[in-house]
């Protein structure tokens, strides 16, 4: 599992959901178009749309971002799994429409070819020494010191 501790904390909960918490990571996100209601509020100040009262956001230097991107990546072609994560996102229904998925389409064989011989191994995944059920979360110890909480509250 690939993950980042420090002022950028990037990890993946037992539901494989990616988690980010930035130190001061705040980028003023609610003050975009489209998160702004039309309305104002009572007092005059910034209001948000009724569907974005629970988004949430951060901002991530992109330096940080690549560490993750490069360390996934590894991950993927040590499970055998890249080429199918290119292949979705070059489809007509995948997330390719931006910058880069414009650059991967135009490099997909390119890239699956260059991964074709690349054989990564992979570390054996760690044990699970203790597990603690309550209300709110799932909470799994393991032997390398790694704790994974997975809410178990519905997501509305």
Same mark, same amino acid.
């Given at each position: @599992?690939?993950?980042?501790?420090?002022?950028?904390?990037?990890?993946?909960?037992?539901?494989?959901?990616?988690?980010?918490?930035?130190?001061?990571?705040?980028?003023?996100?609610?003050?975009?178009?489209?998160?702004?209601?039309?309305?104002? !509020?009572?007092?005059? !100040?910034?209001?948000?749309?009724?569907?974005?009262?629970?988004?949430?956001?951060?901002?991530?230097?992109?330096?940080? @971002?690549?560490?993750?991107?490069?360390?996934? @990546?590894?991950?993927?072609?040590?499970?055998? /799994?890249?080429?199918?994560?290119?292949?979705?996102?070059? &489809?007509?229904?995948?997330?390719?429409?931006?910058?880069?998925?414009?650059?991967?389409? @135009?490099?997909?064989?390119?890239?699956?070819?260059?991964?074709?011989?690349?054989?990564?191994?992979?570390?054996? /995944?760690?044990?699970? $020494? !203790?597990?603690?059920?309550?209300?709110?979360?799932? $909470?799994?110890?393991?032997?390398?010191?790694? $704790?994974?909480?997975? &809410?178990?509250?519905?997501?509305?």
């Amino acid at each position: @599992m690939s993950y980042m501790r420090g002022d950028y904390y990037l990890w993946v909960d037992g539901n494989d959901n990616l988690h980010v918490w930035v130190k001061d990571g705040f980028d003023e996100w609610t003050q975009s178009g489209w998160a702004a209601s039309d309305e104002e !509020s009572e007092d005059g !100040s910034f209001k948000l749309r009724d569907e974005m009262k629970k988004a949430s956001g951060v901002s991530i230097p992109r330096e940080v @971002m690549d560490e993750y991107v490069v360390m996934r @990546m590894a991950e993927l072609i040590g499970e055998g /799994k890249a080429e199918e994560v290119i292949d979705k996102v070059v &489809s007509p229904h995948g997330n390719g429409g931006n910058g880069g998925g414009v650059v991967l389409t @135009m490099n997909a064989e390119k890239l699956k070819s260059a991964l074709e011989d690349l054989i990564f191994e992979l570390p054996p /995944k760690p044990k699970i $020494i !203790s597990v603690e059920v309550t209300e709110d979360a799932i $909470i799994e110890t393991f032997e390398n010191n790694v $704790i994974v909480i997975t &809410s178990r509250r519905e997501s509305a």
